[in-house]
Nanobody
Framework: QVQLVESGGGLVQPGGSLRLSCAAS????????VAWYRQAPGKQRDVVAI???????DYADSVKGRFTISRDNAKNTVYLQMNTLNPEDTAVYYC?????????WGQGTQVTVSS
């Protein structure tokens, strides 16, 4: 059973930073892709950042220059560094890992940007 456990969400003021982590229970070394999505209330779940195997990171236009996705294969962990946060970034953030054995989601972590 593959599990993804996210952490690092919380309440932050506008202009602040957070780093999300997604720890996988299996190796992500050969993952076809790792990604972060987010879903705000009443909206669909959209991709925020993605690394496709062999490629460079790609980002939604709304977060380019502010968010950075990275992975540590030794720790089976995917990160999302989020800087200069604004209220429009408020959402539940989900980790997604696409393995040869299946596609998996984390449980989500809430990020709230508010003064």
């Amino acid at each position: 059973q593959v599990q993804l456990v996210e952490s690092g969400g919380g309440l932050v003021q506008p202009g602040g930073s957070l780093r999300l982590s997604c720890a996988a229970s299996v190796s992500i070394f050969r993952a076809r892709a790792v990604a972060w999505y987010r879903q705000a209330p009443g909206k669909q779940r959209d991709v925020v950042a993605i690394i496709i195997r062999g490629g460079i990171p790609d980002y939604a236009d709304s977060v380019k220059g502010r968010f950075t996705i990275s992975r540590d294969n030794a720790k089976n962990t995917v990160y999302l560094q989020m800087n200069t946060l604004n209220p429009e970034d408020t959402a539940v953030y989900y980790c997604n890992v696409d393995l040869t054995i299946g596609n998996y989601w984390g449980q989500g972590t809430q990020v709230t940007v508010s003064s």
